[in-house]
């Protein structure tokens, strides 16, 4: 899947599936392509991954269809140019929490007019560095580039309206984690009163047209996410779904040890 077809399926309302990477090697992410997931997110806000890593991984994404996605450490042009020009085909922005700052983080994505717009520099990764095609680059990556902001506390729910109103904006994915410390819950999903804020954050962001993301650990608990609405959807943790395995093995085992 590239990331145009990706864009589609958000846009006809079908749901895209993908995960979290906080293990930085190439093969496990082919692994994870192989198995046939949509998109995979490079954590570089909790995960161990370096700029430097990037170039590597988003190869390894792309060689095994998978669109490479980058959560960036924070709002800044620099984190955002950094991982556009190596090549990351979505822009996720964590704790988005006025809507100032998710348009000077959705301006950041795009070439255009505004002082804060994506600086142009034509000669890296993500343009192959192709001296011959300037002009078809630079004009061909607002379609090429998936724009994700993240809401993850009371007064980024506060502003919601106002962020899915501005152009430009793929998908706002809820931290649910965050959004639940954020609550004064520390990571109780099943609270009535966190699922309440939730299930009206969906309903309002449905409601702008907008895409609306979130995360599962397990196919299993993506399921009521998809029926709520939900349209993109990370499920584990690759480290996380690496462990699970490996304990189901030692579990199987463990009446001959």
Same mark, same amino acid.
């Given at each position: 899947?590239?990331?145009?077809?990706?864009?589609? $399926? #958000?846009?006809?309302?079908?749901?895209?599936?993908?995960?979290?990477?906080?293990?930085?090697?190439?093969?496990?992410?082919?692994?994870?392509? &192989?198995?046939?997931?949509?998109?995979?997110?490079?954590?570089?806000?909790?995960?161990?991954?370096?700029?430097?890593?990037?170039?590597?991984?988003?190869?390894? &994404?792309?060689?095994?269809?998978?669109?490479?996605?980058?959560?960036?450490?924070?709002?800044?042009?620099?984190?955002?140019?950094?991982?556009?020009?190596?090549?990351?085909?979505?822009?996720?922005?964590?704790?988005?929490?006025?809507?100032?700052?998710?348009?000077?983080?959705?301006?950041?994505?795009?070439?255009?007019?505004?002082?804060?717009?994506?600086?142009?520099?034509? #000669?890296?990764?993500?343009? =192959?560095?192709?001296?011959?095609?300037?002009?078809?680059?630079?004009?061909?990556?607002?379609?090429?580039?998936?724009?994700?902001?993240?809401?993850?506390?009371?007064?980024?729910?506060?502003?919601?309206?106002?962020?899915?109103?501005?152009?430009?904006?793929?998908?706002?994915?809820?931290?649910?984690?965050?959004?639940?410390?954020?609550?004064?819950?520390?990571?109780?999903?099943?609270?009535?009163?966190?699922?309440?804020?939730?299930?009206?954050?969906?309903?309002?962001? &449905?409601?702008?047209?907008?895409?609306?993301?979130?995360?599962?650990?397990?196919?299993?608990? &993506?399921?009521?996410?998809?029926? =709520?609405?939900? $349209?993109?959807?990370?499920?584990?943790?690759?480290?996380?779904?690496?462990? $699970?395995?490996?304990?189901?093995?030692?579990?199987?085992?463990?009446?001959?040890?």
């Amino acid at each position: 899947m590239d990331v145009i077809e990706l864009k589609s $399926r #958000l846009q006809a309302g079908r749901p895209v599936f993908g995960t979290w990477s906080h293990l930085p090697y190439p093969t496990v992410v082919e692994v994870i392509g &192989a198995a046939g997931l949509d998109f995979i997110v490079f954590d570089l806000e909790h995960g161990p991954h370096s700029f430097a890593d990037l170039p590597s991984l988003y190869c390894a &994404a792309e060689k095994s269809g998978l669109v490479p996605v980058t959560r960036v450490p924070g709002a800044g042009n620099s984190n955002i140019l950094r991982a556009l020009d190596s090549g990351s085909r979505g822009i996720m922005v964590p704790h988005i929490d006025r809507a100032s700052v998710a348009r000077e983080s959705l301006d950041a994505m795009v070439y255009g007019p505004s002082s804060r717009n994506r600086g142009i520099a034509t #000669l890296t990764r993500a343009s =192959m560095f192709d001296y011959n095609n300037e002009r078809g680059y630079l004009d061909g990556q607002k379609e090429k580039t998936l724009s994700i902001l993240m809401v993850e506390d009371r007064q980024g729910i506060a502003e919601l309206d106002a962020i899915c109103a501005l152009p430009g904006l793929d998908v706002l994915f809820v931290g649910i984690y965050d959004l639940s410390q954020s609550l004064g819950l520390k990571g109780n999903l099943s609270d009535k009163s966190f699922q309440k804020v939730f299930k009206d954050t969906v309903k309002r962001v &449905a409601d702008k047209g907008v895409a609306i993301g979130c995360y599962a650990h397990t196919a299993e608990a &993506a399921e009521p996410l998809v029926e =709520m609405g939900v $349209r993109f959807i990370t499920i584990g943790v690759d480290g996380g779904v690496l462990r $699970r395995g490996y304990d189901a093995v030692a579990a199987g085992v463990a009446r001959w040890r």
